[in-house]
């Protein structure tokens, strides 16, 4: 069994801090994998995987409110699982206050990466209100690199050469401070406007409007954008995610969404303004 192919390596480093108590537990999302229950073949698939190479591991499926499958060294099937639970299950330094946090300041997402044959993974990604927990960061980094540079898991990871492992700090910007900016019409910065196309992305549009450059000072565009960003904070469609539990919604959903898609580029292209002619 090519047990990289079949899990993925992220997944598999993971799994081998969890093993090694470096973190207390990861997540397998099914939604990641357009599925809904860790049931379904492709979650599963990736769970038995895992607690194949790590028979110590279990996995929990069976608790409220459900975020995917939990991998740890105990069960915590049966139990409600809050969000801040859930960050401090899953070893997250900033888990305390996460679902009061106030989403409408600046705030920092700290990332710890592994570098690895000229490839980065993302491992872990928690939002902070500040830089104050960045040392415990850096413990997790610097025990994961000697976990998983240990000799006994040379054959576990087939080869790969891990280069490093390092935290990353980056602005998390919240979409209602994008919106305030783009009502109180202040100059989008350059992240921001990065932060608008992960929001494109995050509702699966195709590259034609993930890359749309749209004109920031154009009141019909900056309407459409106030629109997208409206719908990201307050989704309608969230009560009923994962929408895979619903397959014949999914598909429906789908076709509206490209059909949305569409509508939205015609009325961008339409509405675009020529740029005034330079005076010299």
Do not use: W
């Not at 990641?32 to 995987?49: H, S």
């Not at 109180?184 to 608008?196: F, P, Q, V």
């Amino acid at each position: 069994m090519n047990i990289i192919k079949e899990i993925g390596i992220a997944t598999l480093i993971n799994a081998i801090l969890v093993n090694e108590n470096v973190r207390p537990a990861m997540l397998v999302q099914p939604a990641d994998y357009k599925e809904a229950k860790g049931t379904d073949k492709k979650t599963l698939t990736i769970v038995n995987g895992i607690k194949k190479i790590f028979p110590e591991l279990v996995s929990s499926d069976n608790y409220n409110t459900y975020q995917g499958t939990i991998i740890s060294k105990k069960s915590y099937d049966n139990k409600f699982i809050s969000l801040d639970e859930m960050g401090k299950i899953l070893g997250y330094p900033c888990y305390k206050g996460f679902e009061k946090i106030n989403r409408e300041n600046m705030l920092a997402t700290i990332s710890i990466i592994v570098s690895y044959n000229n490839i980065e993974k993302q491992l872990i990604a928690n939002v902070c209100k500040d830089k104050r927990t960045l040392k415990k960061f850096n413990l997790i980094a610097a025990k994961a690199y000697e976990v998983l540079t240990d000799k006994k898991y040379a054959n576990i990871l087939q080869g790969i050469k891990i280069n490093k492992v390092y935290v990353e700090v980056e602005k998390s910007i919240p979409t209602q401070f994008i919106i305030n900016k783009l009502m109180t019409n202040k100059k989008i910065s350059t992240e921001e406007k990065d932060e608008i196309s992960n929001i494109l992305a995050n509702f699966e549009f195709s590259d034609n409007l993930y890359d749309y450059e749209f004109q920031y000072n154009n009141k019909i565009h900056k309407g459409i954008l106030l629109n997208i960003l409206l719908n990201n904070k307050y989704d309608i469609l969230s009560p009923f995610y994962p929408i895979q539990y619903y397959p014949t919604q999914q598909k429906e959903v789908d076709e509206i969404k490209n059909n949305l898609e569409n509508a939205l580029i015609e009325v961008l292209n339409k509405t675009k303004t020529k740029p005034k002619p330079k005076k010299y």
